[in-house]
């Protein structure tokens, strides 16, 4: 194995897409991070009286920082189930209810049902999978994602209607945080072709550290140019088609290891999962396999790490999930020796 090969964090910069491109929805507004295209929403809505529901499992930072803005309401949706607890969810008319397709494995179909019977603003989350089905056929009124969860691209969150409604415009002004986040893409690909050279390795994360510093502190912008320009033909679909096999073969070469236990085996024949998450006894247990598989340089990224108040229950299956990496920068080399590290002692 070379020094250099390793698996998860953020993507490096892999050159230009080759397609053929599944296309992103269109008109779009572009921001520097999903979290803004929904605070833009915000503002440009008529004013009145108006709340947030968000699920209770959901990214907890970013439910924290859309407080600022406005009233935020939990109800109970449970990335293990198929939809929602909709008990749970009673929102009035005027409120913007956040529908998630949790790491892209979800049809829209029983949402589409809910929507039937209730009045309100739908605003699905597919940053997870951002041109399955189910994104490109939404009948919500508003639709967003955040690209770089699945794309190699510094920045971008993008904002539709699938009802053609009224959106916010693409802001003028771009962070100086997007340029930090592609050079951090570039020492990367750097440390990757090197075959592990630690000074590299230092640069790129202490770029990538201080940019994502940045943007936490950064005002609503708009994605930078080059993220706009880079995905202007879409998605290429060898890139989903190896996210789902990559998820199939790990599933599979570790569906009898007892002490993991996935939480999907099963997806639209459209979806390409995020990546394979895997339900532990505890978050001892958990953390145990995070170290495991970070000393073999598999990294693998907490589905959230609570903050704030936030939904016991949410939060308690937060501390059980892991989520391994299988998307496009991988193939079955990489999957075989994920699987290897995960039954060794």
């Known amino acids: 194995m070379a020094e250099g090969w390793e698996v998860g964090g953020e993507f490096h910069w892999m050159g230009l897409p080759q397609g053929p491109f599944l ?25 009145g009286a108006r709340r947030l529901w968000v699920p209770s499992y959901f990214c907890f930072d970013v439910a924290e920082y859309w407080k600022s803005f406005t009233e935020v309401v939990t109800y109970k949706d449970d990335p293990r189930r198929a939809e929602p607890d909709w008990l749970s969810l009673r929102p009035a008319a005027t409120d913007l209810v956040i529908a998630v397709n949790y790491f892209g494995v979800r049809s829209g179909k029983a949402w589409q049902i809910w929507r039937g019977r209730t009045h309100c603003v739908l605003v699905e989350d597919h940053s997870h999978d951002p041109v399955s089905d189910w994104a490109l056929e939404s009948q919500a009124d508003y639709a967003f994602a955040s690209l770089r969860k699945t794309l190699p691209v510094p920045d971008g969150g993008i904002l539709w209607s699938p009802r053609r409604l009224a959106m916010p415009a693409t802001g003028t002004c771009q962070n100086p945080a997007s340029a930090l986040k592609l050079a951090a893409m570039l020492w990367k690909e750097a440390y990757l072709e090197s075959g592990g050279d630690l000074e590299l390795k ?126 496009q920068r991988y193939g079955p080399g990489d999957m075989e020796k994920i699987a290897g590290f995960v039954r060794n002692p």
């Open 23 to 47: 296309a992103l929805p269109e008109p779009l507004s572009w921001f520097a991070l999903g979290r803004h295209a929904v605070v833009a929403l915000l503002h440009s809505l008529p004013r």
């Open 202 to 327: 230092l640069i790129y994360r202490a770029w990538q550290q201080e940019g994502e510093k940045d943007f936490d502190r950064a005002e609503r912008c708009s994605a930078s140019v080059l993220s706009q320009q880079y995905l202007t033909r879409g998605v290429p679909t060898k890139w989903r088609r190896q996210r789902a096999t990559n998820v199939r073969q790990l599933l599979s070469a570790l569906e009898d290891v007892k002490k993991l236990r996935p939480i999907f085996s099963q997806w639209p024949s459209d979806a390409a999962p995020l990546g394979a998450v895997f339900e532990f006894e505890s978050q001892a247990r958990r953390d145990a396999m995070r170290r495991k598989l970070q000393d073999h340089s598999v990294y693998c990224p907490i589905h959230w790490p609570p903050v704030g108040d936030c939904d016991p229950a949410a939060s308690a299956l937060a501390l059980r999930l892991l989520t391994i990496p299988t998307d």
